[in-house]
């Protein structure tokens, strides 16, 4: 799928956690809900960091095009290291290795561990990334037209605010981890959850997606998963603008609705 598909089903699947976590009795209090939406509608891009033209690699200027040649090249190397005969052969890393359930853990754990140990610096440094990505994913088109520097801006000026009212008391810095010291743990959720659902958004589509690497599948170790090839679509067709988009809208303010128990 492309960016503005992928970001807009990262914040409704957070949207709906957000519904099925009030039913559970853990109600979100409102910025964690739309925060959250925000960093897994950015979240949601981030795979796809293995694409030199990718939202998220041009992102971030000369440092995410830097970040992307790497990753690329770590993501074929493993490829390539780890293919069982079955596995074509690939020129390449795109759609491997952070198109797996693996990389989408690492990432969310990594991220949990930065805001509890780094503390504000973290959150608003995680917060600043994911709102950025969240800007260009969801107005893609009206970010490219505006310059990165102004996006930068207001992702650096939005991760303050935001950062200054989930510190408020009761306002979301310590939902769902309540002992002390776990301040903020569940940011890495909407970012686990935002890249799950970007790899299962590419299962959709023609070339399918290894997301359960290295779990061997019929012998392959990067069996590319996905629904019957007849189900699948190709990246940016009619089905992705005109029936899946839609419907991410609708599920996701259904879920908000939900959340913030208006239904
Ligand atoms: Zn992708």
Redesign the pocket.
Known sequence: ?MGPA?SLSGAAAWLGVGAATAAAGHAMPWPVLVIGALICAGAALA??L??KS?TISRAFGPLSRGLCEIVDKISYAVYKATRSSRDPRRSGG??TL??TWLWAALIGGGASALAVTAERWGVLAILFVHLVLAVEGLLWRAARVSSDILVWLLGATSAWILAGVLDEPGKGASWLFTSPGQEYLWLGLPIVLGALV??I??SLTVSG?PILWPIPIAGKRWYPLGPPKSMRFRAGSWVELKVLMPAFMVLGGVGGAAALNFI
């Open positions: 799928m992928h795979p796809d293995d694409h990718a795109h759609r952070t198109h970007h790899d958004g590419d997606c």
